[in-house]
């Protein structure tokens, strides 16, 4: 079992940055590729970014790369998502998630979910 709790979420102007914080608890934490997922109002939840149990491959969404990454801290049991440049299309509520095997790309692969956290972008 293994609680995920997501913090750092806000309002923010267009082109500003945040920094989502993802803390687990339960069972060891670098046994879990981890995961960030996206649902904005209406829309279904999309997937974000995604990175493996050692933190050495990640992949991220063509709508997020080149501004959104993706980091762990194995030592802290803590996920990252640094979102830069942002822009009100990213509004949403930003899930974390765990997987025991892959990187999760996709819902039906995670095992575990965060309660979720509000990020807005205001232009």
């Known amino acids: 079992q293994v609680q995920l709790v997501e913090s750092g979420g806000g309002l923010v102007q267009a082109g500003g940055s945040l920094r989502l914080s993802c803390a687990a608890s339960g069972r060891t934490f670098s046994s879990y590729a981890m995961g960030w997922f996206r649902q904005a109002p209406g829309k279904r939840r999309e997937f974000v970014a995604a990175i493996n149990r050692s933190g050495g491959t990640t992949q991220h969404a063509d709508s997020v790369k080149g501004r959104f990454t993706i980091s762990r801290d194995n030592a802290k049991n803590t996920v990252y998502l640094q979102m830069n440049s942002l822009k009100a299309d990213d509004t949403a509520v930003y899930y974390c998630?765990?997987?025991?095997?892959?990187?999760?790309?996709?819902?039906?692969?995670?095992?575990?979910w965060g309660q979720g956290t509000q990020v807005t972008v205001y232009s």
């Open positions: 998630a765990a997987n025991f095997w892959v990187p999760p790309t996709t819902e039906v692969q995670c095992d575990y």
